[in-house]
């Protein structure tokens, strides 16, 4: 049921209030917002509600100033201080929505993007907004760079490692970070220098110790809250009719002639099909391709903006990899090395593909716990050897058997079909 109750929630970037954020706020009997924000405004004869750093799971992505500063900037990522702050902010917001009301909700930027307007509206109110400037555009004009195509990511109160991958997946990404190292900017920039990738730091945007720095390889600086990571790759270029990720590619299971492959060493299109329904790439995801070939799975995996990570031991193979992945368009990291050994250091993959390697490789893939697990294999007598090994893994089992006859030509304009090697295709899930 939704709440009729007013609540007017009132972006602050800084900039003077407008007419109509004026007349919202002489009109309340409650205000609610940080310490900081309440003692920057001129504010009404009227009840008070603090919000204090409880708002560090879901603050909004605004500028900063100091009569404006952001709402819950100094709450830390790390569990214990999520779970006080979380329970603080569901006490501001319990009363905030119990008040009888004009409440007037004063919050940072833009409180409808990753703001205090969705705590809100999951509770029943519907609140009136107005906006201010986020920091996410501001940090992208300082750059004189458009954000159409820009993956904008929250680190608040969220496990850090998708927000990495999905980072590392696309050519564009802002991360709106958290305080403390289980989500600030320490967290991303070192993976995101070794990605190639160009890495801007916006620190306290709006404030009057505003700072924008380009970050290089080596010790990182500390970095004052809160702050936001902008991570580019390439330039910029293109019309888009679709901000942030361009979705699911128009076709996969690409063909095998597009991509150069070595003696047939590839994972055919039917295979690929079903190896990538049981993967489920996406971004915030980590897939790791071992022994990768040509890399046609970590490719594929990779235009659905996953973070792939092809693993193979064959330099030759490699160079084909990187060649393939150009050819397409996509960013695929190259482990170059033999399996498992070359597992220490990666990313923590959410689903593992098979294709190459023996069952000590299949042992460290699953003991490495991926949600998932996807084996290719061409020889019949192994197929009880890997499910008895996913299942002693603690995965629940299941496979198929996939035989495919494809068109052929024949003269005279006829045609028959041709047979292709039958693959056993295994996947095991943790439960």
């Not at 924000?37 to 909004?60: K, Y």
């Not at 594929?300 to 990187?322: K, L, M, V, Y």
Request: glycine residues 12%; proline residues 7%.
């Amino acid at each position: 049921m939704i709440m009729r109750q007013m609540i007017t929630v009132i972006g602050c970037d800084g900039g003077p209030l407008s007419e109509r954020a004026r007349t919202a706020l002489a009109a309340a009997r409650c205000v609610a917002g940080s310490d900081r924000q309440l003692a920057g405004i001129a504010l009404p004869d009227a009840d008070r509600i603090t919000i204090g750093g409880a708002e560090g799971a879901i603050t909004s992505s605004a500028p900063i100033t100091s009569s404006a500063p952001i709402t819950g900037g100094a709450a830390s990522a790390t569990p214990a201080t999520t779970s006080a702050a979380s329970s603080a902010f569901e006490t501001a917001l319990a009363a905030i929505l119990s008040h009888p009301g004009p409440v007037a909700v004063l919050a940072s930027g833009d409180p409808g993007f990753f703001g205090i307007v969705r705590a809100l509206a999951a509770r029943g109110a519907a609140p009136a907004v107005i906006p201010a400037i986020s920091s996410v555009a501001l940090a992208f004009a300082r750059l004189g760079l458009p954000w159409d195509d820009a993956l904008v990511l929250s680190a608040h109160g969220r496990d850090a490692t998708p927000v990495l991958a999905a980072a590392l997946g696309c050519g564009k990404a802002a991360i709106l970070t958290a305080p403390g190292p289980a989500a600030g900017p320490h967290r991303f920039i070192p993976a995101l220098l070794a990605a190639g990738r160009s890495v801007h730091v916006a620190e306290r945007l709006g404030a009057p110790d505003e700072r924008f720095s380009t970050v290089a390889a080596g010790p990182l600086p500390e970095f004052a809250d809160p702050n936001i990571v902008i991570a580019l790759d390439g330039p910029t270029g293109g019309r888009r009719w679709m901000a942030g990720h361009q979705g699911a590619p128009a076709g996969w299971a690409l063909p095998t002639d597009a991509f150069a492959h070595r003696d047939s060493m590839i994972t055919k299109e039917e295979v690929r099909a079903l190896v990538l329904a049981r993967l489920g790439p996406g971004p915030g995801r980590t897939i790791w391709d071992i022994g990768s070939g040509s890399g046609s799975v970590a490719i594929e995996c990779a235009r659905f903006g996953a973070h792939s990570i092809a693993i193979e031991a064959d330099p030759a193979q490699c160079e084909r990899i990187r060649a393939n992945a150009v050819a397409h368009g996509v960013r695929v990291q190259m482990c170059e090395g033999s399996a498992p050994e070359a597992f220490a250091g990666l990313i923590h993959a959410d689903a593992v593909f098979v294709g190459g390697g023996g069952d000590a490789v299949l042992a460290a893939a699953a003991a490495a716990r991926p949600a998932r697990v996807v084996v290719a294999l061409a020889s019949v007598d192994r197929v009880r050897r890997v499910r008895d090994l996913l299942a002693g893994h603690g995965y629940l089992v299941d496979g198929t058997a996939l035989q495919a006859s494809r068109l052929a030509a024949l003269p005279g304009g006829s045609i028959r079909l041709a047979a292709v090697n039958p693959v056993f295709v295994l996947w095991g899930n943790l439960p």
